[in-house]
C-alpha cells in the first residue's frame, strides 16, 4: 500500500493552470451504493460507512475518495448529481446503477403484499424497462464518466438475486422465480452497456449465491419495519462479503 504521502502526491493534478486535488477514487450510484440497509445508514442519501464504497476506501488506504452514491438514485439523477467531482485525475469510478430505472421498489412492494399473478406482473412491466429504455440510458451514464475522467477504471457493480431459489420464506416460488428471472435481465442488459463502454462489470449474482433473502445466512435484508427503505437491501455482511471483494479483486 502507498504512504499517504504517495497517494496525496498521486492525487495533485494540474487542471487549467492551477494545482487541485482529483478524487482518485469517486463512488456513483444507488441505495445499494449508499449502503442503505445496514445499520450505519443515515441522511437523505442513506450512507453508511458499512457500504462497500467506504469499506474499500478504508482497506486500501485511498486519502481522497469521494461517495456520491444516493439512495433512489435512477440513471439520470447520475448524470445530474453525481459527476462533479470527476476529473481527468480520477483513477477509480464504481457505480451500481438501474434498479431504480426498473422500479426495483415497487416490484418488490408488488410481490411482497400481491399474489403472484401482481408480482409476475409486475416483474414484466420491470423487464420491459431492462430491454427498452434502460440500456440507453446505461450507454449514456458511462459515456459521461468517461468523459469527465477519460483515465479512470469504470467499475459496473451489479445487483444480486434478491432472494433464494428455495428455503423457508414467505414468498412462493413463482414469484422467486420472476423476481430472478428480472435480476438476470437486468444483469445482461448492464453487463453488455459496460462492455461496449470498456468498462469492467462485475456480476454480483455469483457472490451472493447461498445468501438471498430466505437463506439460513442471508446478506439481503428481508421486510424491515424500523426502515422500510432497507428492505431487501445488502445487510452488513452483504456490503462486507459480497460486495467489497469484488470491488477489490
Known amino acids: 500500500m502507498p504512504g499517504l504521502t504517495a497517494v496525496l ?24 451504493a449508499a449502503g442503505v440497509g445496514t445499520a450505519g445508514s443515515t441522511g437523505q442519501c442513506g450512507q453508511s460507512r458499512e457500504a462497500y464504497p467506504f469499506l474499500y476506501a478504508a482497506k486500501t488506504g485511498l486519502a481522497n475518495a469521494h461517495v456520491r452514491a444516493c439512495s433512489g438514485a435512477s440513471t439520470a439523477d447520475v448524470v445530474a448529481d453525481q459527476l462533479g467531482d470527476l476529473n481527468p485525475g480520477t483513477s477509480l469510478v464504481s457505480i451500481t446503477v438501474g434498479g431504480t430505472d426498473a422500479g426495483f421498489s415497487d416490484v418488490m412492494t408488488a410481490c411482497v403484499l400481491g399474489g ?26 458511462f459515456a459521461a464518466v468517461k468523459a469527465k475522467a477519460p483515465n479512470a477504471q469504470l467499475v459496473v457493480l451489479g445487483y444480486p438475486h434478491v432472494v ?7 414468498l412462493s416460488t413463482a414469484k422467486r422465480q420472476a423476481l430472478n428471472e428480472g435480476s438476470d435481465q437486468l444483469a445482461a442488459v448492464t453487463r453488455d452497456q ?11 449474482r455469483p457472490a451472493f449465491a447461498g445468501h438471498g433473502y430466505c437463506s439460513v445466512d442471508a446478506w439481503i435484508n428481508g421486510v424491515t419495519l424500523l426502515d422500510v427503505s432497507g428492505s431487501f437491501h445488502p445487510n452488513a455482511s452483504g456490503q462486507r462479503l459480497g460486495y467489497l471483494p469484488l470491488l477489490a479483486g
Open 194 to 204: 459496460a462492455a461496449r463502454a470498456g468498462a469492467r462489470f462485475v456480476d454480483a
Open 164 to 170: 433464494e431459489a428455495d428455503g423457508p420464506c414467505s
Open 116 to 141: 403472484d399473478a401482481a408480482c409476475v406482473d409486475r416483474v414484466r412491466q420491470a423487464e420491459d424497462v431492462v430491454n427498452g429504455p434502460l440500456g440507453g440510458n446505461l450507454a449514456t451514464v
Open 9 to 32: 502526491l498521486s492525487s495533485l493534478l494540474l487542471v487549467g493552470g492551477q494545482e487541485s486535488f482529483a478524487p482518485e477514487y469517486v463512488a456513483l450510484g444507488d441505495s445499494y
